[in-house]
Nanobody
Framework: VQLQASGGGLVQAGGSLKLSCTAS????????MGWFRQAPGKEREFVAA???????YYTDSVKGRFTVSRDNAKNTVYLQMNNLKPEDTAIYYC???????????????????WGPGTQVTVSS
């Protein structure tokens, strides 16, 4: 499976963006999917994940602001980001792995398929 994230851009603080992650090569309906981000000079960190049964998980800093969802018919996962803050500025990546287990969804080393990322910049 190959992943392609899109939808990033420049937005003012308090604004919204919706990222998409479209898969090709295989249907993703049976995959757990994750979103990660990496800010300049920082490690890649977990943002959100959605299981194949649509259970969602979020890092504390985005709870109540971000929503992850999936449309298996479109082979796409989404990340709706509201009330964006300057500290949300980063490159956002979607990822998956055939062997993911739910207890490992926040661990970037457990993912072996990554898209190229999309830049999100939030100005103050």
């Amino acid at each position: 499976v190959q992943l392609q994230a899109s939808g990033g851009g420049l937005v003012q603080a308090g604004g919204s963006l919706k990222l998409s992650c479209t898969a090709s090569g295989r249907t993703i309906g049976s995959y757990h999917m994750g979103w990660f981000r990496q800010a300049p000079g920082k490690e890649r960190e977990f943002v959100a994940a959605i299981t194949r049964s649509r259970t969602t998980y979020y890092t504390d800093s985005v709870k109540g602001r971000f929503t992850v969802s999936r449309d298996n018919a479109k082979n796409t996962v989404y990340l709706q980001m509201n009330n964006l803050k300057p500290e949300d500025t980063a490159i956002y990546y979607c990822a998956t792995s055939a062997g993911l287990i739910i207890s490992s969804l926040s661990l970037k080393d457990q993912y072996n398929v990554w898209g190229p990322g999309t830049q999100v910049t939030v100005s103050s």
